[in-house]
């Protein structure tokens, strides 16, 4: 493929778990990717150790002391990349005219700005950064549609939904009769309801078949990553709540399916390496390697599954009935709903509340408060500043 010119990475969130598997599956193949620029929130070392292996034209740190921190060792490494900081220099690696394709892998609501301009300028957007979406809702596909961008999920969920449907979207609706979400349950699928009071944040980020960021490992346990992906389906594919389904498979082989109007079912499937998906994005509609193991079937001993309204899942994961709660409420819901989220899971990795205490501030937070329907980014950022200081109220009343 010498003869086609390079594709043109911004990865934003670089040093984090999408991030650093993203840079793998790009160290694969030179030939055909190069990096434009990395971000990342405050990891100087981490990435000044990227910027000398990946030499990209840019490195952004979202907070200034890092930037200016990371200016001097690239300067002192005698580096070329030029080193910037802040909100608009996120933005503006995202809408760069050279810049081919942008992988988003900030965590929270922090990257819907520059998933938002890049979608305006019309890039390849690989969205593993669900939050931005979850909060973004309309506005975010308006940006999309407006922009000419193309728009291709990394969530291995998602990717999966969208490695089972026909190439051509605008057939989806007539075909579609659901889309199965598949969740692993994550450590505490087995656990008496009860118990789940007393569970530390070293448990809670044990995940049984994924390494990841503390944050959506604290998703995985309560089960609100799940939310958060059924209102990101709702979104990427155009369907109803009702068309969206989630079932339990501990083993994260088939990572969702879709379920077609003659109910035929087509699933995708692979060992659980996020490498499959980052990959897919960066060479839809191609293939290319990935650096995953393959899928050994002789050694697999059984797929399970498991309803949700069995086994006192019900119980156990109440987060998860907030996905259809806030999509059938007014739009914005979900923004109130994702923000006052990020400031619970923050607040038990601070040790100010119990586990079991998530979910309480989520539902508090979505009953306090109603907003008008967002228009644009101001307004989403607006309903998301709200939601957090709602959210804060409460985690503040029943810290202990
Ligand atoms: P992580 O915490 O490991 O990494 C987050 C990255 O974002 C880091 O580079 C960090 O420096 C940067 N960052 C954090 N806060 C920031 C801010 N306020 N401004 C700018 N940059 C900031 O997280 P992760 O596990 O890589 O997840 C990233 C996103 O991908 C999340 O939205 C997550 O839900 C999604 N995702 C992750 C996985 C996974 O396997 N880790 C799978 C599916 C989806
Ligand atoms: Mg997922």
Redesign the pocket.
């Known amino acids: 493929t010498d003869t086609q010119a390079k594709q043109r990475i911004t990865v934003?969130?670089?040093?984090?778990?999408?991030?650093?598997?993203t840079l793998d599956v790009l160290g694969r193949h030179p030939d055909r990717f190069e990096v434009h620029a990395l971000?990342?929130?405050?990891?100087v070392e981490?990435m000044l150790a990227q910027c000398a292996r990946f030499k990209p034209r840019v490195a952004v740190m979202?907070?200034e002391a890092a930037g200016r921190q990371l200016a001097e060792r690239v300067r002192a490494e005698g580096l070329v990349t030029e080193v910037r900081w802040g909100?608009a220099a996120?933005d503006e690696v995202s809408f760069a005219p050279e810049v081919d394709a942008v992988m988003?892998?900030?965590?929270?609501a922090?990257?819907l700005s520059?998933c938002l301009a890049a979608a305006r300028a019309g890039k390849r957007l690989l969205l593993?950064?669900?939050?931005?979406l979850v909060v973004g809702g309309e506005v975010f596909l308006a940006a999309v549609r407006q922009g000419g961008a193309t728009l291709l999920p990394?969530?291995?969920?998602h990717s999966a939904i969208f490695q089972s449907l026909p190439d051509d979207p605008s057939t989806w609706g007539q075909r579609i009769d659901k889309i199965i979400l598949t969740a692993s349950g994550g450590p505490f699928r087995a656990r008496e309801p009860q118990s789940l009071r007393d569970v530390t944040p070293e448990q809670a980020c044990a995940h049984p078949n994924?390494?990841?960021?503390?944050?959506?490992?604290v998703?995985s346990a309560t089960m609100m990553?799940k939310a958060?992906e059924v209102i990101e389906a709702r979104y990427l594919f155009g369907v109803t709540p009702d068309q969206l389904e989630v079932v339990i498979h501990p083993q994260s082989i088939i990572h969702s399916m879709v379920q077609y109007k003659d109910n035929s079912v087509v699933a995708q499937l692979g060992t659980p390496d996020?490498r499959v998906?980052i990959a897919y994005g960066l060479s839809w509609p191609e293939r290319m390697a990935s650096g995953a193991s393959p899928l050994d079937f002789k050694s697999l001993s059984a797929m399970t599954f498991e309803a949700m309204d069995a086994h006192g899942h019900t119980e156990r994961f109440p987060g998860l009935q907030l996905a259809w709660q806030t999509l059938r409420a007014r739009s914005g819901s979900c923004a109130i709903l994702n923000a006052a989220n990020e400031i619970a899971v923050e607040a038990f990795l601070n040790r100010q509340i119990r586990f079991d205490q998530i979910h309480a501030v989520n539902q508090a937070t979505l009953s306090a408060l109603t907003l008008a329907e967002p228009g644009c980014l101001d307004d989403l950022m607006d309903i998301d500043r709200q939601g957090r200081e709602t959210a804060r109220g409460f985690v503040g009343r029943w810290a202990s």
């Open positions: 934003l969130g670089s040093t984090g778990s999408i991030g650093t598997n971000t990342a929130s405050s990891q981490a979202a907070q909100a996120l988003a892998a900030i965590v929270g922090a990257g520059p593993a950064n669900k939050e931005a990394i969530d291995s969920e994924w390494v990841m960021g503390r944050k959506i490992s998703d990553n958060l996020m998906p």
